[in-house]
Nanobody, 115 residues
Framework: QVQFVESGGGLVQPGGSLRLSCAAS????????MGWYRQGPGKQRELVAT???????NYADSVKGRFTISRDNAKNTMYLQMNSLKPEDTAVYYC?????????WGQGTQVTVSS
């Protein structure tokens, strides 16, 4: 019975930065690959970044070099540091397990990149 609560979104100008947080409830957070996903207006939900239980990471080409995913297993928390934001990053951002183990989605947090 894992639940996710995303936070940290907001309005930012192009080139700006935000840090998103994902608080996960459940006793086995540290055992799962985790990921950040986003869904922009009129678009499908897409995988942005993943982190393994040990902290290895992978990124979508569209965010590589700009975003950094990390996790703190002791706190059952995952983060997404977003730098050099672009208008095309505008989306609702969600956290979940990796694609092989998705469970119910949280409410997400809105990120809007606009001048």
């Amino acid at each position: 019975q894992v639940q996710f609560v995303e936070s940290g979104g907001g309005l930012v100008q192009p080139g700006g930065s935000l840090r998103l947080s994902c608080a996960a409830s459940g006793t086995f957070f540290r055992l799962y690959a985790m990921g950040w996903y986003r869904q922009g207006p009129g678009k499908q939900r897409e995988l942005v970044a993943t982190t393994s239980p040990g902290g290895n990471t992978n990124y979508a080409d569209s965010v590589k070099g700009r975003f950094t995913i990390s996790r703190d297993n002791a706190k059952n928390t995952m983060y997404l540091q977003m730098n050099s934001l672009k208008p095309e990053d505008t989306a609702v951002y969600y956290c979940n397990r990796g694609e092989l183990g998705l469970i119910r989605w949280g409410q997400g947090t809105q990120v809007t990149v606009s001048s």
